[in-house]
DNA sequence: TTGTAGGCGTTATCAG
DNA sequence: CTGATAACGCCTACAA
């Protein structure tokens, strides 16, 4: 009967149609945990998400998951959604111990989680979204960001804005610090030497605070790099309401094509990060590494494109 | 040690101890697949989404995952997401009926899936987000969309509002005409005899495509109730275009009270629908199911209620 | 190609 | 309160 219900070819056909009939009648189905006993796998993994509210509505999110559910699809490996709490990262390291997870992927855990160092001590699959707050070696995908930064850079100083700004990521994440630095470095390259800046959370609120300060300190500029989409969204109805247009008045740049880009009026030109094909890429990585566990460590970073719309 | 593991308080505690020091020098894990073989629980349950890729980047999705996980935060259920596929039918009931799955939510299958019948008709626990396309015995929470339809005519027409129309939700769900119907009916109560419409289908883009039909059809509309935030906020930027100023030359008020309201320009009055509160619901409906198969079928309706921003 | 025994790691039952 | 033992349902050698 198991040869007949995987699909061994080594089977007699009137053995196998006998069973397969039996199967049909009875209704039988394996049972998948006696399975997953004997195989020693869960064929589920998770998805590991920063404990913010604010997250689950967030299209990055959505995208993510839809870049891991993409490649998901044709196995037969269940994603779990998992938020940090507390004592969520004890619960999914047992999880994992007790094969009931085969692996995690993790996106934006903030500075000092223990949690990344605790798996990969622990020797389980996992994958980061960006690299590990501290150095260790651990799976990971990334986009250029600096690349990212300075696609804007020269973006705007081609358009010929004069006074150039940024409202930068929370300066505690990677993400944030290296969008900047690349911004900057890119700059001076161009001859435009010092940058102002003000920094912002990657939120909605965060953009409109943001360019509040940043209007009231430096009424003058003309152009903005604004290092994601959500806060441009945020940051575009305080121009509208001191009439200032877009672009003419003052051009602004983005960062992630989110679809909050398109849903900004006028849409957004931004910097696009192939949120999908790097999600998917995990999946695929953090596969492998459970498939084979000797598989080396690897990171992938993924280059960044400038979508051109109607805001620069 | 099983009764060591499982906290059974009748154990001895010098045996006790000597047993939870074992475990804590050899690191033992309990494995969770021959538990749950024996349990003949697995402890999981799915939310399966339609196929409609953009749906991941609804808002409204968001905060289904995040109402259920609420609950679920405090089980070690897990929450596992699928989305409607090629084959995926099958290998939902085949989880089911293989018990490696308990219990699913559905959330919007269109019109004639049949999915929620197999489900049924297989006496596997399920909760639907909204009335079962055919009626048939299941559970499922709604909120009142009547009411909530009301909710909007009421305030648009104490508005002073003359020239009243709304923008559908696509009329082949039970949302849609459901909100359509209780719009009628309330504006005919409150004598305004014939109003004006024109179906979209959720989007953003349905809306400003329906937006500039209606505009284009009747010009003298002061007031309009859109069947969705998302649709308004793709509504708005066709107004802003004709230069009508929102709320003075046109009141608008959507539906959901998503994360979209707010980030429409001006803020969206619109009826709230308690999304989480209905999550939630759903998923404790759907543990109580699986706890205990005898519960009776039950259906829960949420009410609406009006939060009044700026656009209304 | 087919039958069979053994084992995966728990929980649960039943004497003691 | 404790120890032993039979399931739970499947896969996989191994031998025939």
């Known amino acids: 009967v198991s040869r007949v219900v995987n699909g061994v070819t080594s089977v007699d056909q009137t053995i196998r149609q006998a069973v397969e009939h039996a199967i049909s009648t009875t209704g039988y189905q394996p049972n998948l945990a006696a399975?997953?006993?004997?195989?020693?796998?869960?064929?589920?993994?998770?998805l590991v998400l920063p404990k913010e509210n604010q997250v689950l509505v967030d299209p990055f999110f959505g995208r993510v998951v839809a870049g891991m559910m993409s490649v998901l699809a044709s196995t037969n490996v269940h994603l779990v959604?998992?938020?940090?709490?507390?004592?969520?990262?004890?619960?999914?390291?047992?999880?994992?111990?007790?094969?009931?997870?085969?692996?995690?992927?993790?996106?934006?855990?903030?500075?000092?989680?223990?949690?990344?160092?605790r798996l990969t001590d622990g020797r389980l699959p996992v994958v980061l979204w960006g690299p590990p707050p501290r150095p260790m070696s651990i799976n990971y995908v990334d986009v250029n960001q600096t690349a990212g930064a300075a696609l804007a850079a020269q973006h705007l100083v081609a358009l010929g804005c004069r006074r150039i700004?940024?409202?930068?990521?929370?300066?505690?994440?990677?993400?944030?610090?290296?969008?900047?630095?690349?911004?900057?470095?890119?700059?001076?390259?161009?001859?435009?030497?010092?940058?102002?800046?003000?920094?912002?959370?990657?939120?909605?609120?965060?953009?409109?605070?943001?360019?509040?300060?940043?209007?009231?300190?430096?009424?003058?500029?003309?152009?903005?790099?604004?290092a994601s989409d959500l806060m441009a969204q945020g940051a575009i109805p305080v121009l509208r309401r001191q009439r200032r247009t877009i672009p003419d008045d003052?051009?602004?740049?983005?960062?992630?094509?989110?679809?909050?880009?398109?849903?900004?009026?006028?849409?957004?030109?931004?910097?696009?990060?192939?949120v999908e094909d790097m999600a998917a890429e995990m999946a695929r990585q953090l596969l492998r590494q459970i498939d084979n566990p000797a598989t080396p460590i690897t990171t992938v970073i993924f280059e960044p494109t400038l979508v051109i719309r109607q805001s620069a």
Chains 1, 2 share one sequence.
Request: net charge negative; hydrophobic share 40%.
């Open 35 to 46: 399975r997953s006993l004997v195989t020693r796998r869960a064929n589920a993994i998770a």
């Open 81 to 117: 959604l998992v938020k940090i709490g507390p004592g969520t990262r004890d619960r999914i390291i047992a999880d994992l111990g007790g094969g009931r997870l085969d692996g995690a992927i993790i996106v934006h855990t903030d500075q000092n989680d223990p949690l990344p160092g």
């Open 165 to 226: 700004a940024t409202i930068t990521g929370p300066l505690d994440t990677p993400a944030g610090r290296h969008r900047l630095a690349g911004f900057r470095a890119a700059m001076s390259e161009l001859g435009h030497g010092d940058v102002a800046w003000t920094e912002g959370a990657f939120t909605r609120e965060s953009g409109t605070a943001a360019m509040e300060r940043l209007i009231a300190d430096h009424p003058d500029v003309d152009g903005v790099f604004i």
């Open 250 to 274: 003052i051009a602004l740049v983005g960062f992630d094509d989110s679809s909050a880009a398109l849903d900004c009026d006028p849409p957004l030109t931004t910097v696009r990060q192939p």
